[in-house]
């Protein structure tokens, strides 16, 4: 993984400003070099390092909205990156980003998804995608009713009422969903997580545990996502790029703190390390 001089010039500017400052940047150049700095950036870069710069070239809805869009186009659907997408963003962010899909791609993102997917999964996704009133609403007369409710609809009973399940996890607001999982343990003898493993498989059980782990702690959750892209020898460096470049400008500084916890190392050694070792050796 050779970087050269320009590269390393690229890199260095780009990756120590904000999206608002590199848009700045690209105007500058282009007023005075008469040419499209994201061509040219194009031109000087490849590989993962080119993915990166040009990641943080989009603002973090743009990106979000490629990624979705990446995720659907073409032959077959890379689920995994979809559920990630739309599972782990708040109503707020995918207010933001069904706007920006829209004007970026000139379809509903909705749309585009209920295409590409089927079943329990698509009714999911597509109940997270409609929420539009991000709330921080605590409805304590619906705690008791909202964890029964969940209980009845999977542990207590034969086969699961999924349609039960999208509802609550989807209408109603972070907070009031952390004190109904934690008011959920005195019904069940398994916690939500443990619930969701034993009653459903495939991309709904993905998509659910990702849901309940982002409300449990957002941050760990891609912590996690984080140490299992970078274990063994197969890195997965599109999920790595996804990480860092989506959440920059979010909470990156949050999920650093619960990698270093996870794992007993930074984020930093433990990305370079990956890096030194995909390179095989030094010349």
């Known amino acids: ?41 194009k031109g000087a870069l490849s590989g993962s390092l080119e993915a990166v710069i040009l990641g943080l070239m989009k603002s973090t809805a743009q990106y979000d909205a490629s990624e979705i869009k990446g995720s659907i186009k073409g032959l077959g659907t890379d689920e995994e990156t979809l559920i990630e997408m739309v599972c782990s963003r708040s109503a707020e962010e995918l207010v933001e980003i069904k706007r920006v899909y829209k004007e970026l791609f000139k379809k509903e993102l909705e749309k585009d998804v209920a295409g590409d997917t089927s079943g329990d999964f698509r009714s999911l996704l597509l109940a997270l995608a409609k929420r539009d009133e991000p709330s921080n609403i605590v409805d304590y ?19 699961t009422d999924v349609a039960t399940w999208i509802t609550i996890m989807s209408e109603r607001s972070v907070p009031h969903l952390q004190k109904v999982f934690d008011r959920y343990k005195s019904y069940s003898p398994y916690d939500m997580q ?8 495939g991309d709904l059980e993905k998509s659910f545990l990702t849901l309940v782990e982002c409300f449990e702690n957002k941050q760990q959750y891609f912590a996690n996502r984080l ?47 990956v890096l030194l070792s995909l390179c095989g050796g030094d010349d």
């Open 141 to 159: 007369e619906k705690i008791d009713q909202d964890a029964r409710a969940l209980y009845e609809a999977g542990v207590k009973r034969k086969g």
């Open 194 to 201: 443990e619930s969701i493993r034993k009653e459903v498989k």
């Open 227 to 273: 140490s299992e892209a970078m274990k063994g020898k197969s890195a997965k460096e599109k999920v790595v790029t996804r990480i860092v470049v989506s959440r920059c400008e979010v909470d990156l500084m949050k999920i650093r703190t619960e990698f270093k916890k996870l794992n007993q190392k930074s984020l930093y050694q433990t990305i370079t390390k």
């Open 1 to 41: 993984m050779y970087v050269n001089h320009t590269s390393l010039t690229i890199i260095d500017i780009l990756t120590r400003r904000s999206y608002s400052q590199r848009r700045e940047i690209a105007f500058e150049y282009e007023k005075r070099s008469k040419k499209d700095m994201i061509t040219a950036l």
